[in-house]
């Protein structure tokens, strides 16, 4: 069964920046991608950030292009999530997910970190 724990979150000023870190422990780790979520208060869960992991294809919502930057280490079986430029819009609890295939749902979540910016 494969477990996946965020770390990294906290509370920062707007302008700030964040590092999110998603290990992945357990079986083999060999997702056909991961992806980066967050929830914030009364709002829906909005996918923010995914990589494939085999060729690293990379997608990102409008919300964070440009600010926010999805990486993996496939020897560390992680996945990161940097965050520059941090906006209190930006707060929420981030979550990241493995799916096992291109047509499967995300269907390994971790319990999340909570980020809050302050303005």
């Known amino acids: 069964q494969v477990q996946l724990v965020e770390s990294g979150g906290g509370l920062v000023q707007a302008g700030d920046s964040l590092r999110l870190s998603c290990a992945a422990s357990?079986?083999?780790?060999?997702?056909?991608?991961v992806g980066w979520f967050r929830q914030a208060p009364g709002k829906e869960r909005e996918t923010i950030a995914r990589?494939?992991?085999?060729?690293?294809?990379?997608n990102y919502a409008d919300s964070v292009k440009g600010r926010f930057t999805i990486s993996k280490d496939n020897a560390k079986n992680a996945v990161y999530l940097q965050m520059n430029s941090l906006k209190p819009e930006d707060t929420a609890v981030y979550f990241c997910?493995?799916?096992?295939?291109?047509?499967?749902?995300?269907?390994?979540w971790g319990q999340g970190t909570q980020v809050t910016v302050s303005s």
């Open positions: 357990g079986r083999t780790f060999s997702p056909y991608a």
């Open positions: 997910a493995s799916r096992s295939t291109s047509l499967s749902a995300y269907d390994h």
């Open positions: 990589i494939t992991w085999t060729f690293g294809a990379l």
